[in-house]
């Protein structure tokens, strides 16, 4: 069955440092993979979306690399900031059906302290 | 404005009740759905319709139904609620093409007692 995986489940960093964040992936080929936000009591925002013939996509401190050999996304936050502090799930979707439909991982909690 | 809204924020019911949770988005997409996170915040897919089809993930039991009176609204319906129908549910929306970020509600926390 098709799995995501989001290796930790929690990541505590220093402000200003980089935050790597990690998506892997089994027995799915998705078309694309996007990353959101969520808030405590909110719902997830969009970020980010990196298709499968992108091997990288940037907005602003935000860097997300697609690896589909590896079945693997990384997602980076540069110069981080306590307002970063969030989960961050990212999400796989393919075409047609419902694969069309996004799948996520049960996201990482990233802590950014000053 | 508020891009995706539901209502209510909070619901608690008693078992064996009938509820329905309400969607309504202003950003004109044609795509809709319903997600329900559970206590370990796993974000899993129930339905989603456009005006051509509705996909039902296998998994969601038939108590579930979603209902769309048009394109801007998809509420969802459910019956006989059980203690195990307790979480949150999003609502969320996204244009016609793969790929588009969904933009969710945020959220109605169902407490089944």
């Known amino acids: 069955s098709q799995k995501i995986e989001q290796n930790s489940e929690a990541l505590n960093i220093q402000e200003g440092k980089t935050a790597t964040l990690t998506c892997n992936y089994t027995n799915y080929s998705p078309a694309y993979l996007q990353w959101y936000r969520q808030d405590p009591g909110r719902g997830p925002v969009f970020l980010l979306l990196?298709?499968?013939?992108?091997k990288e996509k940037r907005k602003e401190r935000l860097k997300v690399t697609f690896d589909t050999t590896l079945k693997q996304s990384l997602f980076h936050i540069t110069a981080s900031q306590p307002a970063d502090s969030a989960t961050y799930l990212c999400a796989l979707g393919g075409y047609g059906g419902s694969q069309g439909n996004l799948i996520f991982g049960k996201g990482t909690k990233l802590s950014v302290k000053p | 404005d508020t891009a995706v809204s539901q209502t209510p924020k909070y619901l608690v019911t008693q078992m064996g009740n009938d509820k329905s949770i309400k969607c309504e988005q202003n950003l004109g997409h044609d795509t809709m759905y319903w997600y329900k996170q559970d206590s370990k915040k796993f974000l899993k897919i129930m339905f989603s319709y456009n005006n051509k089809e509705l996909i039902i993930n296998e998994t969601v039991p038939n108590r579930f139904s979603p209902k769309s009176p048009d394109k801007a609204h998809l509420n969802l319906h459910i019956n006989s609620l059980e203690l195990g129908d307790s979480a949150v549910y999003f609502c969320?929306?996204?244009?016609?093409?793969?790929?588009?970020?969904?933009?969710f509600g945020s959220g109605t926390r169902l407490t089944v007692v």
């Open positions: 969320a929306s996204s244009a016609r093409d793969r790929g588009h970020g969904y933009t």
């Open positions: 990196i298709r499968e013939n992108e």
